[in-house]
């Protein structure tokens, strides 16, 4: 936390030193979420790309109020959020028959991506509602408290917890199915 603080006081006077210590320090924990609520490797990618281009250019304005780890967090989930929002859109107008562009470009990243247990997981997350994927995402990987996904969400936090706990025995259920075939 003292480091973010630091690493925030320098990138709002222009050190890209800080930029890149921020970038560095976040974006596999960022790509991760992003990744378990897009499912979709590239557009993963290009979500957590965007959030810190939108991060890099805005340095003056920018105001993080508490953790700059759920600034980001809420930041790629929202990004997540209005993806999905947009691909909905689209498959609504004759788009839902399309194939999925798949990134062929192999990068230090990717390595979390190739592990057979994080597909299976994401796979089993997609199997979800959104709502349900959404949280548990944001509460695993994001680290967030359901107090701040219930703000984000705009819901309970009892709502969050019910959420939460049947995504939970969702999973359960579904990957226990897997280890049987």
């Known amino acids: 936390m ?7 006081w320098k990138f709002k006077r222009g050190s890209s030193a800080a930029l890149c210590r921020i970038y560095e320090k976040y974006k596999d924990n960022l790509l991760r979420l992003a990744l378990a609520l897009l499912n979709d490797t590239a557009t993963a990618e290009d979500v957590v790309h965007d ?20 600034y980001l967090t809420v930041s790629v989930a929202n990004r997540a959020r209005n993806w999905n929002r947009a691909r909905q ?17 192999k990068r230090p990243e990717q390595w979390i991506v190739e592990n057979e247990q994080i597909k299976q997981l994401n796979n089993a997350l997609s199997q979800l509602s959104y709502e349900q994927q959404e949280v548990v995402s944001l509460h695993l990987q994001g680290e967030m408290k359901f107090k701040a996904i219930a703000d984000l969400q705009g819901v309970s ?25």
Do not use: W
């Open 2 to 8: 003292l480091e973010d603080k630091l690493l925030m």
């Open 89 to 105: 859109r689209h498959q609504t107008t004759g788009l839902d028959n399309a194939e999925p562009i798949v990134s062929t470009y």
């Open 157 to 181: 936090i009892n709502t969050v917890q019910s959420r939460y706990r049947y995504g939970l025995d969702k999973l359960r259920s579904i990957l226990n199915s897997e280890e049987k075939l």
């Open 51 to 70: 959030c810190f281009l939108s991060f890099a250019q805005s340095s003056q304005r920018l105001k993080v109020n508490g953790n700059l780890k759920s």
